[in-house]
């Protein structure tokens, strides 16, 4: 084996490396293929162009050889061949009756490097409304693979194959169709369709996920998001309780919630900022309330300097939980733990967050003062149960409401 490869590599070092070219493509789809196709593209330089793309021409018609060769062989090409050269190739091997569909998707991945070839586009038109292979490979490229005035067109291919029945394909194209969405306006309008549309019952969570990750990326995709989320709450009654569906507007509502706060972590001020936007849009329908808090819960800025900002929008939330006392509780946990598990710079400023919980315990209102006891469980640990932190732990417990002090007695500064 290793002699065999040796020898291989020896070829293209001959007086006529090209003579060598049949040779060493002869095992482009076999155990040595690595050893060979590197040999090959060193001889391939000796080769006049002509010769060299007779050669591989040759080698990826229908029942040639083995498909793994005939991919290998189109690959070669692409890399080797004159631009002109290599697409005049690659469109003929696509377009061959026959041609097994791997190969064709070799086409594809292959042809993204000759898109200065109008034949090229036209093989990639083709491969965006074809089979799940060919699909497939058009989704696979990158925007930074492409030069950016390839970008825009390219993106509407991508909205193309978005346009496919296959569920398990529209998966794929969602998620890809967000790295494209700054060079294809409107086209987040795709994924608002398939989420919002109840006639459709494939894929809708594919598409809450991927519209969830691109909202702050772009101001397209952040409108659209809210269109989502305003179509979804006024529809949400729709077949209430049903012995086939119930309220499927609900659902992909609370899907769309979930899939936001599951991002949460990776946005940036930008993007917490939606995520209040998002819950406003929520908190002026009754019973989705829920959906609405966990949005505004997740927007909220505790490493923030600014404690009258952050007051504020603890109260904003703090009023959504009238008579909602268990509601109340989760949403003071949730605040509590991001609070409890924020490091470094992310954790915010103690002196800020302590002017913050002071406001919120001496009012008297239950859910603010829930939120006033978690933050002080938060910070009180974070900061080995400084002296402040005491003290307000202490005033916490003669709050009126029972399940304030219930938290608050719950904590102990220090075990006995």
């Known amino acids: 084996m290793v002699l065999a490869e040796a020898a291989l590599a020896a070829l293209a070092h001959t007086d006529r490396p090209a003579e060598t070219l049949p040779d060493l493509l002869a095992h482009a789809g076999d155990d040595r293929a690595r050893v060979a196709l590197y040999a090959a593209g060193r001889a391939a330089a000796y080769a006049r162009p002509s010769r060299l793309r007779a050669l591989l021409a040759a080698r990826t018609a229908p029942g040639t050889g083995k498909v793994t060769s005939r991919k290998e062989t189109v690959r070669l090409a692409a890399a080797l061949l004159p631009p002109s050269d290599a697409a005049a190739l690659l469109a003929d091997a696509y377009a061959q009756p026959g041609q097994h569909s791997d190969v064709r998707a070799a086409c594809v991945a292959s042809g993204t490097a000759l898109l200065g070839d109008e034949r090229m586009w036209e093989v990639l038109a083709d491969a965006a409304t074809g089979g799940r292979a060919l699909r497939t490979a058009v989704l696979r490229t990158q925007p930074a693979e492409l030069a950016p005035g390839h970008r825009p067109r390219y993106a509407e291919l991508v909205r193309t194959v978005c346009g496919s029945d296959d569920d398990e394909l529209l998966a794929l194209g969602y998620n890809a169709l967000v790295r494209w969405l700054p060079w294809a306006p409107g086209a987040a309008t795709v994924l608002v369709e398939a989420l919002t549309d109840l006639d459709r019952r494939g894929a809708w969570r594919s598409a809450a996920y991927a519209l969830a990750g691109a909202a702050p990326a772009t101001e397209q995709a952040a409108t659209a998001l809210k269109r989502a989320l305003t179509l979804l709450a006024t529809g949400e009654t729709a077949d209430d309780a049903g012995a086939e569906r119930d ?29 209040g936007e998002a819950g406003r849009v929520l908190a002026g329908h009754r019973d989705l309330v829920p959906q609405a ?15 009258d900002a952050l007051h504020a929008a603890l109260v904003e939330l703090a009023a959504l939980h009238t008579g909602r006392p268990a509601l109340a509780a989760r949403t003071a946990e949730t ?4 609070a409890g598990s924020a490091r470094g710079a992310d954790a915010g400023d103690p002196e800020t967050l302590l002017v913050v919980v002071a406001r919120l315990a001496g009012t008297g209102d239950p859910a603010e003062g829930l939120f006033a006891a978690e933050l002080t469980v938060a910070c009180g640990r974070r900061t080995a149960w400084a002296g402040p932190w005491r003290t307000q732990l202490r005033m916490l417990r003669q709050h009126p409401c029972g399940d304030v002090r219930d938290v608050a007695y719950a904590q102990v500064t220090a075990v006995e």
């Open 247 to 275: 309220r499927p507007a609900r659902q992909r509502l609370g899907r769309l919630t979930e899939a936001l706060t599951d991002w949460a972590d990776a946005y940036d001020a930008r993007g917490r900022a939606l995520l």
């Open 293 to 307: 808090v966990s949005l505004l819960a997740e927007s909220l800025e505790l490493d923030g300097t600014d404690a």
């Open 335 to 338: 605040v509590g733990e991001r």
